[in-house]
Structures are given as structure tokens and as C-alpha cells.
């Protein structure tokens, strides 16, 4: 069975500190990586998918995660945070079937 | 273009009862997921429908069935409703049973008292 681990539960960050979240997964065969996010009181949003290719993937509103296969770790990173950036970020994994697998979450909280 | 979208936003119910939760999915997609989201909790995968049969299920009990209709709208039933149910239940929608849902509903709020 596949299941995903984040080891932050909560970040407190300063505006324009850089963020880094951690996730790794545990599952044997080909995986597709996936961080959402979750505004407050907003609906869950895809920030970026990996499925195969180049390791380090760009998705929208700056972020970015490097898939690293020999650690079984898709970290997600920002180089500057914003105060919007604020909300809960979600790790996801899939494997042959399509269902995702989520970690705990991280909330991230950016202070002004 | 829709995207998915779901009702009630909030319910209140009694242990013991019996709760249906609606979805539509984005237009344009056809395959449907429900996803349970305790508190504190990432989401926990219920169950995928396709051609309006169940094709995967989550580690869930008979309590959870579903059902999706000629227009890939689905319903989410919960039956003899326990306090542990209280949730945020999430539907989404791909455009195949084989992609993965990229894209969620803002979720139905269960509270069972």
C-alpha cells in the first residue's frame, strides 16, 4: 500500500523567507507526485503534478519540487513567500490505480 | 466552464441517519472520486465512478455507496450515520478512470451530533 508523509504539520514564515515542505512517499512501483493547496475556505488546487520526465517541475504561483526517486522525497520550495501564499499544503501520491493517497497536510501560516 | 461543483455546503445530522451528497463534475469530464477529509486530516479516497459503476473503493464500510447518473453527476450515500462520519466531504473529477483528479469541489460539510 502507498502512503506519503509530510513532516511538517505547521510552518510559520516571515514574507519573503523561502519555504521548503517536505514530503516523501513509500510505494514500490511507478509513482505519479502531486502538491495541492487549500486557500481558507476555498477549494483544493493543484500547484504541480510530477508523472515523468525532468525531475524538478514548475507549477503555478512560483512553486516548485524536485522529484528525487533514491530518497522516495518530492519536496516542495519557494524562493520568496507571500502573505497570500498562506493556507494547507497537500502531498499526494498515485500509483497503477488512479486514487491519490494524501499526506497529513502542512499548514502554512506568512506573517507580514 | 463549470467546474465541480457541489451541494449542500453544510449539513447537520443525527447519528443514526441516513445523508445523501451531491456532485457535478467539471464539464467535460466523466469519472468521479469522493474523497473524506477529517479534521486535521489529508483526504482519505471513498470510492471512483465510471459509466455510472463503482471502479475503485477506499478501505471504507458498505455504510458508504454511490451512485453516478447518465450526466456523470454522482451521489454519495452515507447510512446509519455514526459521530466519526463528521467530515468534509470532497468530490472530483477527471476526464478518465485513469487520470488522476486534478480538479476538487469546495466539499460538503457533515457534522453528525
Known amino acids: 500500500a502507498q502512503s506519503v508523509s509530510q513532516h511538517n504539520h505547521h510552518v510559520i514564515l516571515s514574507e519573503a523567507a523561502s519555504l521548503e515542505l517536505g514530503c516523501n512517499y513509500s510505494?514500490?512501483?511507478?509513482?505519479?507526485l502531486f502538491w495541492y493547496v487549500q486557500y481558507p475556505g476555498q477549494h483544493l488546487q493543484l500547484l504541480l503534478k510530477?508523472?515523468?520526465?525532468?525531475?524538478l517541475v514548475k507549477g503555478i504561483k512560483g512553486f516548485e519540487a524536485e522529484f528525487i526517486k533514491s530518497k522516495f522525497s518530492f519536496n516542495l520550495r519557494k524562493p520568496s513567500v507571500q502573505w497570500s501564499d498562506t493556507a494547507e499544503y497537500f502531498c499526494?501520491?498515485?500509483?497503477?490505480?488512479?486514487?491519490?493517497?494524501f499526506g497529513t497536510g502542512t499548514r502554512l501560516q506568512v506573517t507580514l | 466552464d463549470a467546474g465541480v461543483t457541489q451541494s449542500p455546503t453544510h449539513l447537520i445530522k443525527t447519528r443514526g441517519q441516513q445523508v445523501t451528497l451531491r456532485c457535478s463534475p467539471k464539464?467535460?469530464?466523466?469519472?468521479v472520486s469522493w474523497y473524506q477529509q477529517a479534521l486535521g486530516q489529508g483526504p482519505q479516497f471513498i470510492f471512483q465512478?465510471?459509466?455510472?459503476?463503482?471502479?475503485q473503493r477506499g478501505n471504507f464500510p458498505d455504510r458508504f455507496s454511490g451512485h453516478q447518473f447518465p450526466n456523470y453527476s454522482s451521489e454519495l450515500n452515507v447510512n446509519a450515520l455514526l459521530l466519526g462520519d463528521s467530515a468534509l466531504y470532497l468530490c472530483?473529477?477527471?476526464?478518465?478512470?485513469?487520470?488522476?483528479?486534478?480538479?476538487f469541489g469546495n466539499g460538503t460539510r457533515l457534522t453528525v451530533t
Open positions: 510530477y508523472f515523468s520526465g525532468d525531475p
Open positions: 510505494y514500490g512501483g511507478t509513482v505519479n
Open positions: 464539464s467535460g469530464h466523466d469519472t
Open positions: 499526494a501520491v498515485t500509483g497503477t490505480a488512479s486514487k491519490l493517497t
Open positions: 465512478y465510471y459509466e455510472e459503476e463503482e471502479r
Open positions: 472530483a473529477s477527471s476526464p478518465g478512470p485513469s487520470d488522476s483528479p486534478l480538479h
